[in-house]
């Protein structure tokens, strides 16, 4: 005799930003669902107007009402930091690097969802550099780096030179 739990539900989760057409996150993300054996799971793009976020993330919120259930968002410009006002929850790395990329939906039961966001921009920055070898990480650390740009993804860019230990940091 088999033990029988709740029914599976479906997910949702998307990449939102304005404009996010481009975008492969869906790609890439139905691939690793396939990978996973995730098949109840989706991933779309959401063309998201700044005036929209608040009302996106209510929805997100929401108790369950319909199937697939939300289960989080990419972010992407411009709402990396605008988003961290309107979230119930952010780390402390995101907060301080002021730009969430990852809003997850933490569910209790039917009631309305926790929002948590987190910023995995800086160690995807440092494992990408750390995964070139010891001569890159080695370069930045005695000759300095330059990057180019001021937005969220930037700033998430000068808290992982800083994680390297930069010697020179030019924006």
Known sequence: MSAVGPPE????????????????????????????????????????????????????????EAEPV?????????????ILAHLDVVDPLAEAVGAVNTVVVQRSGEGKALLAGFNTDVAGIVGALRETGGPVVNRVRASGAVVLGSGATACSALAALGELGAGHITV
């Open 70 to 82: 939300w289960a989080g968002l990419s972010v992407t410009m411009p709402h990396k930091q605008a």
């Open 9 to 64: 539900r479906g997910h949702r989760a998307a990449v939102i930003g304005w404009p996010v057409a481009h975008s492969l996150s869906p790609v890439l993300h139905r691939a690793a669902y396939a990978g996973l054996g995730l098949s109840d799971w989706r991933y779309e793009r959401r063309e998201t107007a700044p005036e929209e976020l608040p009302a996106l993330l209510y929805e997100l919120a929401a108790p369950v």
